[in-house]
Structures are given as structure tokens and as C-alpha cells.
């Protein structure tokens, strides 16, 4: 495979209730295939469902829906989650979670998953973009 020619998939979504496990599917086999080991596999899909749920939760979308994309490049996963909703403003930092509280880490875990974590936004939504470097082999 050619680094300049990455093998890529795309699925549309519906926001709808469970539809983000849909994607898991997907990028569990896609990570299987470029042999990511079961940690790096568990990793990737907690990341896409938080980003999947952040766009459905907070897009505001009349489209109803989500596009996904994975882009297998030579040494990494490339995961997109794009919604068609009002955008953010993607230089402010998450709120704080308080204690006790099951909202509000989804950006911090995103990134603590994930070897890179971006936001594009507009008017006419967001992209996310989620990258995970294939593990150096012995």
C-alpha cells in the first residue's frame, strides 16, 4: 500500500439510538487488518463512539445524520466523523467534569486515546479527525 494512495471506507450514519456501534464494526476490522493489537483496537472504537455521540448529541443537525471515513495510510488509522450541524468553537477547552459527573471528558478521552485528535469547524459543521500510529513491532 502506498502512502500516497490510502485505502478508505465511508459510512453514513443516521442519528439515531445504538447506530454509532454500526461504525465499531467497521474499525474494529479495519485495525484488525493492519494488525493494532486488541488494546489499540479497544481504544479506537471507545474514540469513534464518543466522537460519533458528541456529533449526534451536540450538532443540532436538521441533515440527521453523520458520515464516517477510515483511511488506512501505511503506519496509521486515520478516523473522520464529520456532521453537518452549527460547528463549535473548537479552541475552547472542554468544561470541566465535576466528581461523580458522566459528562464532560469525552474531548479529554478522545485524546488520551488517540494519537492525534483535530477539530474543523464551520457554520456548516464539524469534521473530526482521529489519528492512531500503528505500535512499532519488535
Known sequence: MSANAPKRFELEIPIAHDRELEATKIAE??????????????????????????????????????LVEFAIHDEELEVVVQDFGQGFDASSKPAAARPLQKRGYGRRLMESLMDEVKYFTSPQGTRLVMKKRRPKRA
Open 29 to 66: 476490522q479495519v485495525a484488525e487488518e493492519m494488525q493494532f493489537g486488541p488494546d489499540c483496537v479497544a481504544e479506537i472504537k471507545l474514540a469513534l463512539i464518543e466522537g460519533i455521540i458528541n456529533a449526534f448529541e451536540h450538532s443540532g443537525s436538521a441533515m440527521q445524520k453523520v
